[in-house]
């Protein structure tokens, strides 16, 4: 599969280390995590206290040099708790798969994954 077409599928995840917060259903408060890496279908975001699978969640996080914020819907697609071994070097965490993702957020997300492309060609 070509870059282009990893690119638009979705399916080319780029490392995106930004403070994020969460915010779950039945919690009054944000939490605050990191973002490890991102795309136009969701994000890894490191995070200790592991929620479950199905888990509605909202995701907003800052763009690079913008005071704009993304603020995404999104369920608890798979997680990664700490183990002996751990998957692809990530750190504890938890995968998040976008829901509804609006127009303008999928241009903001593909706009930081083809600004990550234009650094790193090749990849």
Known sequence: MAQS???SSGMLRVPFIRRCALE???????TSAFTVNINVLGAYVA???MPHLGDPVRFRVRLPETERELSIDGVVA???PRQQ???HSLPPGFGISF???SDEN???IEGVVDEYVAR???R
């Open 85 to 87: 071994h751990p998957v």
């Open 120 to 122: 790193h060609p090749g």
């Open 47 to 49: 995070f200790d206290d």
């Open 78 to 80: 798979w997680v990664n």
């Open 24 to 30: 779950w259903e039945g919690r009054p408060d944000p």
């Open 5 to 7: 077409e990893r690119r």
């Open 99 to 101: 829901r509804a993702l």
């Open 106 to 108: 999928r241009r903001a």
